[in-house]
């Protein structure tokens, strides 16, 4: 049973910088791209990066490109989200998710979400 547990939020002022981390379990974890995705209050669930399995595919949200930085550690079964430069519109609950290889991604596993607060 695949497992997905996000850590690091908080509360940050703006320009400031986070490190998000996502331990996973339970499942082949070289063999699935990782991606960041958040919901802000009132907003619908949006993509924010993600990695292959080997880290040599990333793609980013426009909104975030530039600040944000998504890696993995394939040892650790473990996907990062490193986040400089916030503004108060990243404030939202961020989410890891798991999704096998494939031409189309299914994110068919999620963690629980780690709340990030941007203070202006």
């Known amino acids: 049973q695949a497992q997905l547990i996000e850590s690091g939020g908080g509360l940050v002022q703006a320009g400031g910088s986070l490190r998000l981390s996502c331990a996973t379990s339970g499942f082949a974890f070289s063999e699935y791209f990782m991606g960041w995705f958040r919901q802000a209050p009132g907003k619908e669930r949006e993509f924010v990066a993600r990695?292959?399995?080997?880290?040599?595919?990333?793609y980013y949200a426009d909104s975030v490109k530039g600040r944000f930085t998504i890696s993995r550690d394939n040892a650790k079964n473990t996907v990062y989200l490193q986040m400089n430069s916030l503004k108060p519109e990243d404030t939202a609950v961020y989410y890891c998710?798991?999704?096998?290889?494939?031409?189309?991604?299914?994110?068919?596993?999620w963690g629980q979400g780690t709340l990030v607060t941007v203070s202006s």
């Open positions: 990695v292959s399995g080997m880290g040599y595919t990333i």
């Open positions: 998710a798991a999704a096998p290889s494939s031409t189309v991604l299914r994110w068919n596993n």
